[in-house]
């Protein structure tokens, strides 16, 4: 129990790092090469090297913090041989950003299949024939398949850009005044998605919350993989009619019925059959964790709303308004989590998350309609239902 929880804790602070040598510079590049093809080979080679260059800079500020931090007692072999996957991810996610800019979701899925078998391949020998199952040994697998994925994803993406590197003065900074509010913004959130959480049980409760909270937590992440796929499949059209605010509309109603159906149905059916799905995975000893599966539902309904609301913004160029909300979240998040996390513990982390989503969805919805006139009722609830039963082939298609 307690080493899955040290796994959760340093995977967790680990793929903050991630998302901050990112930086939010993948998601412009999308954004921008979606509207101006003829620039995709300039974004992206002042962005790989952007990428570069900040993710062997945290390489070395995670690695003083893991040796200073008294949380990572015992864990610090761990931690250095885990701290590659900021680098080595570069690749694949860069990969994966040239991929969705040409609509190539497909091979990004593929990519992210890759991925996870590579690690599944490297470990089952030594869990089965071996019996090493060490977090040392776990992330050194871990950093070996974020490796190999980045080198295939660079092949694969190579058919539609000529990989190189460049920091091109101009670029770097057309692209850091574009990305910076949206780079701070992720930060934000994977603080809050990722780290805050996992930190502050391993700091108040211990590991083996930690390792009950992060399997929950584990399976509500997977479940929200479904609205990335579809936002990320729809981002770059977006991007590219922004300026048609009459297909914007369209499209915001029919994904926002698409998301919400598919988060309500989750939420319903996972909160029948959460023992059943956490026993599967791990096991009678992690049935606390379907306590906080099922809580945690809740968070996966306005999750999958988040992604609409949140992709909208960036796509519309509002990324300093979506940093400054997601703030105001992790404030939110903070606060309630240093209160009832020692005397709660991770039940309190659920409920605290369920409520940071549906904070952080009603001021981006509230912005969006503001604004943009972009809204959503139960009249275009029911319309959109009766066409995807009579047209769904042609759903999106008909904006």
Known sequence: MDGYGDYVFVTSVVLVFVGLSDMGTT?????ESSAKKEKTSTFFSNILGIRFLLSLFLWGC???LNLILPQF????QAAFLASSVIIFLVLKTTSEAILQTFLRLDLVSLLDAIYALVFLLLLSPFVFFFKLTSVSWLMIFWSLASLFTGIIGLIIASKYFSFKISLSKKEMIEIAKESFPLGMYLLVYSVYDRGIDSFVLKSFVGSEAVGFYGLAYKIHGNLILGAAFLMNSLFPLISEARQKLVVVKKTFEKSFTV????GLSILLFGFLLSPLIIKIIAGETF???AIALKILLGATLFSYLNHLTGYF???LGEQKS???ISFAGLIFNLFLNLIFIPKFSF???AVITVFTEIVIFILTYNFLRKKFFLSYSFKILVENIKMIFKNKLEYFNKL
């Open 287 to 289: 049935y606390s964790s």
């Open 259 to 262: 998301l919400f159906l598919t």
């Open 347 to 349: 039940l309190a982390a």
């Open 62 to 64: 995670f690695n003083i």
């Open 27 to 31: 998601t412009i590049g999308v954004r």
């Open 313 to 315: 913004l960036v796509a």
């Open 73 to 76: 007692i015992g864990l610090r």
């Open 322 to 324: 979506l940093l400054r």
